[in-house]
């Protein structure tokens, strides 16, 4: 499916009903945000600081886990939150040393995969812009 350029998702009151397709509809659904990840984890498997996070076995496993996110976030389907609860970001990071080197290697894949991928400069900016909100969020360490 081709990405639809004419907008983002918009909601009929803060908590209505979606107005329109959602932005996970627009940029093309599961097939668009499993590219991107599986993009993002080819730069991560060759970066030194990142890679030591993610078993070779479970790197799969991380490529679904991660798919699976972002198709809920962004309006898709909720089975990440049906097979794993509440996201808790955070939490789930907190065993894992993600200092400010470790947010800009990810967030440089993370650019690097998005530039692989057809996507209106709108959606690109709106997805950008949460990706890398959530880096600097995720940081839990100042040690180098």
């Known amino acids: 499916m081709k990405p639809d350029p004419t907008g983002v998702h918009l909601r009929d009151g803060e908590n209505g009903a979606a107005i329109g ?3 996970y509809e627009q940029v093309g659904g599961r097939e668009f945000f499993s590219a991107l990840v599986t993009e993002f984890y080819r730069g ?23 798919t699976m996110f972002l198709e809920q976030y962004w309006g898709g389907p909720g089975t990440y939150s049906e097979q794993r609860g ?9 065993p894992f040393k993600v200092n400010p ?14 530039d692989t991928m057809e996507i209106s400069p709108l959606h690109r900016e709106v997805l950008w812009d949460y990706l890398d909100r959530a880096a600097h ?8």
């Open 86 to 94: 509440h996201p808790r970001l955070r939490m789930r990071h907190q």
């Open 21 to 23: 397709p959602s932005f």
């Open 101 to 114: 080197d470790a947010r800009d290697r990810w967030l440089g894949h993370m650019s690097d995969a998005l």
């Open 44 to 66: 991560v498997a060759g970066d030194p600081v990142l890679k030591p996070m993610y078993p070779e076995e479970d790197l799969a496993g991380a490529i679904e886990r991660f």
């Open 137 to 144: 969020a995720m940081v839990n360490t100042f040690d180098a």
